[in-house]
């Protein structure tokens, strides 16, 4: 049975860390295209339907010139800092069912600033949360550097630092013995239609599942970042294929 599909880009217009960078040239191109031509890989590969949500004239601007239009306008009171992305999402679903007369089983949502991911990611992780029952959505993980079990401490209540968390059968000796624990990535995430019936906050949630990236995966939160990534794009350094 094929399945309605919706891609939401959500590109605010106010970052304060990095200013304009959703639009930013990273390795001769605007940042928010490595994201179109994955969406529209995908797209083409589901029947799926794109949409953006964007408070920034520049943003839909360049994103026009990709060939993709919009009618949407994000609210003001959605594009603040404080504003929740799964209520961003949430209103720009509704628009779309709205004017597509149609209803979606599953939302992907592309964020612009962690672009290191492939189709095979996005398609391989679109398969898990269909195959597991009771699930409402999964989000892109790495396997964590630094693990609660074994080397993350916190001051406790006497001033004192301990481990995060204790593990059950007793302290963990190595790094190797330990929990597995990840990392958000803040890359991708795949919703099913449901979790936005529920009034949820968060993509985390105790009914959410993961897909570990083999590879390397990081979000574009400070100007080092963005540095560190047109580095390895314009000398070759991956060793994996992005749009």
Not at 75 to 103: F, V, Y
Not at 161 to 181: E, H, I, N
Request: net charge neutral.
């Amino acid at each position: 049975m094929h399945s309605e599909i919706l891609i939401t880009i959500c590109a605010r217009g106010g970052s304060k860390g990095i200013p304009g960078k959703n639009i930013r040239a990273l390795a001769g191109k605007p940042l928010i295209m490595y994201t179109i031509e994955l969406a529209r890989q995908i797209a083409s590969n589901y029947g799926a339907d794109i949409a953006l949500s964007t408070d920034d004239q520049a943003i839909k601007d360049v994103v026009l010139k990709a060939g993709l239009s919009t009618d949407y306008q994000r609210p003001t009171s959605l594009a603040t800092d404080s504003a929740g992305k799964i209520d961003a999402i949430n209103d720009l679903i509704l628009h779309q069912e709205e004017t597509k007369n149609k209803r979606y089983d599953y939302i992907l949502d592309l964020d612009v600033t962690s672009p290191l991911r492939t189709i095979g990611d996005v398609t391989s992780a679109l398969v898990l949360l269909k195959n597991k029952s009771g699930a409402i959505n999964l989000f892109s993980v790495n396997p964590a550097a630094r693990n609660p079990y074994f080397n993350m401490v916190e001051q406790n209540s006497e001033g004192f630092f301990t481990l995060v968390k204790k593990a059950r059968d007793g302290a963990v000796m190595t790094r190797q013995s330990a929990p597995a624990v990840f990392d958000l990535n803040a890359s991708f995430y795949w919703y099913k239609r449901d979790f936005f019936s529920l009034g949820l906050k968060s993509a985390i949630t105790d009914r959410s599942i993961v897909f570990a990236m083999d590879h390397i995966c990081f979000d574009l939160d400070h100007l080092i970042d963005f540095e560190f990534l047109d580095y390895l794009i314009k000398n070759n350094k991956l060793d994996f294929k992005i749009c």
